[in-house]
């Protein structure tokens, strides 16, 4: 039978508390009881148990959040999008007129293919967006244009160059080189 890990820290919970107070005739079988129930590693459980007790995290909750269905939802952490769709639409039509090329070619031709195309009118775009394109890493161009990249089929990586076929292994296991030579060295 096996806890879930909710049902684990239940457990230490209950038996953390008659721990910190026992002998150690009788930590040591609170120990033995709490290894065989949850399958953990003495040493490992030993620690657990000499925790101080954690209450359950309640979920933060943002009260309706300026939707009409009247729920609350629960809060988002993390950072905050610096980049919006607004933004990688632009990059997109940038790194198409660039022949998908990768992140980093992409930055580096960024502020002359931005500039031309403002001036061609093949983007429309005021001057906030464009000072976040040209401020734009080659990483974040790389991570923005990855859901582009799988939509076109564009793996990573489009090298044309072919393994090099200049030796041969003959029937006897024995590696020749094309032109009839024996290789000094075969790796």
């Not at 639409?89 to 998908?100: N, Q």
Request: charged share 35%.
């Amino acid at each position: 039978m096996s806890l879930s890990m909710s049902e684990k820290q239940s457990v230490a919970n209950v038996l953390s508390k008659e721990y910190c107070k026992s002998s150690k005739k009788r930590k040591k079988e609170i120990l033995n009881e709490f290894v065989s129930l949850t399958g953990y590693n003495r040493s490992y459980a030993s620690r657990k148990l000499r925790q101080p007790l954690r209450k359950p995290q309640k979920q933060r909750l943002c009260k309706n959040s300026g939707k009409r269905s009247g729920k609350d939802v629960p809060i988002k952490r993390g950072r905050k999008k610096a980049y919006s769709h607004e933004v990688v639409e632009p990059l997109r039509k940038i790194w198409a007129g660039l022949d998908y090329a990768c992140g980093k070619r992409v930055k580096a031709g960024m502020p002359d293919m931005l500039d031309a195309m403002i001036r061609f009118g093949e983007l429309n775009c005021d001057e906030d967006i464009k000072a976040k394109l040209m401020k734009m890493s080659a990483a974040t161009i790389d991570r923005l244009l990855s859901q582009s990249r799988k939509e076109f089929g564009i793996a990573k990586g489009r090298s044309t160059t072919k393994p090099d076929n200049a030796f041969e292994i003959s029937d006897t296991g024995q590696a020749r080189n094309r032109v009839g030579r024996q290789p000094s060295r075969f790796y």
